[in-house]
């Protein structure tokens, strides 16, 4: 199983990026997914999740601004990040889990995002 994040960069406050997650191996589409991010000096925390079925939740800094997707011809999530903010800076890192049955927690190495003026 592989799990490659891409996307980021530096963007001024307000601005848009689109971060994407290829995940391979064949647990796309039973896995749970999610992007955390882990700004300097903080705990990793969730900023938003899909399920298999495509059921989405969100941070509360987040909702409004970041929209989770996916798309399971291409095996990629992507996370749209819009009206950013200084405080989104951060690795962004992508997850594919499973809890039950065949259980696995994989992560990617993150993404940097620079919010800047």
């Known amino acids: 199983v592989q799990v490659v994040e891409s996307g980021g960069g530096v963007v001024q406050p307000g601005g848009s990026l689109r971060l994407s997650c290829r995940i391979s191996g064949g647990i796309f589409t039973i896995s749970n997914m999610g992007w955390y991010r882990q700004a300097p000096g903080k705990q990793r925390e969730l900023v938003a999740s899909i399920s298999p079925s495509g059921t989405t939740d969100y941070a509360d800094s987040v909702k409004g601004r970041f929209a989770i997707s996916k798309d399971s011809d291409k095996n990629t999530m992507y996370l749209q990040m819009s009206n950013l903010e200084l405080e989104d800076t951060a690795v962004y890192y992508c997850?594919?889990?499973?809890?039950?049955?065949?259980?696995?927690?994989?992560w990617g190495r993150g993404t940097q995002v620079i919010v800047s003026s």
């Open positions: 997850n594919a889990a499973r809890s039950a049955g065949l259980m696995y927690n994989y």
